[in-house]
């Protein structure tokens, strides 16, 4: 908007704002770059953080994604390999997989999948730690473009840490897929360390 000269108001920096913040879970993914960007967004209108969470959570939204996010956690699956925890559900939507992507990482989930429902297809978000980034050499932006050509999935996304995938399948199809490359990726990374072991 500021290179092209057009003039933010308050609810077009409100609404640019709550997207940065949803999308990194709550600032606790914000990297750098998100964060001048917010500041900067912020400055234009003369809005706190806090004005900004307070249309986010707007009237019962937070009791209501709390709701819904206790649902989803009791389909969750886990699956260990190599001593780290994937743990896995369903959601009933994007909104609702963020807020599920993060309970499962409080519940010590050393990977988080969770998949919903978009229009026709389905979407997973991951998210891993950044100790199974190092350790396990966990690439989920690689995972998600290697799933690309197996299911025909129409778009991908990531760091080594957040991952995003759309396919026209279903959400428990493709949240089986992930479940296959996150776990097929750490038995790789193991065997891998083993044999550099061995070469050493």
Known sequence: FQEHGIQMDRKM????????ITDTLLLRQANAAALRRLSTVLQIADLYVEDVIAVIDGP???ETRRSQGLVALQGTREV???GWSILATEAASHDQ??????ALKRLG???SL????REDKAMVLAECDAAVVRGATLDLASLMAEAVPLIGAEDSWGTPAIGRIIAPTSPAELLSLCIELVAGSLRKSKRERRSADLVG
């Open 114 to 117: 969770v998949s919903f429902p």
């Open 80 to 82: 260990v390999v190599n």
């Open 13 to 20: 920096a409100t609404a640019l704002a709550a997207g940065i």
């Open 109 to 111: 989930a050393d990977v």
């Open 97 to 102: 997989g963020i807020i599920v992507v993060d």
């Open 60 to 62: 019962g939204q937070r």
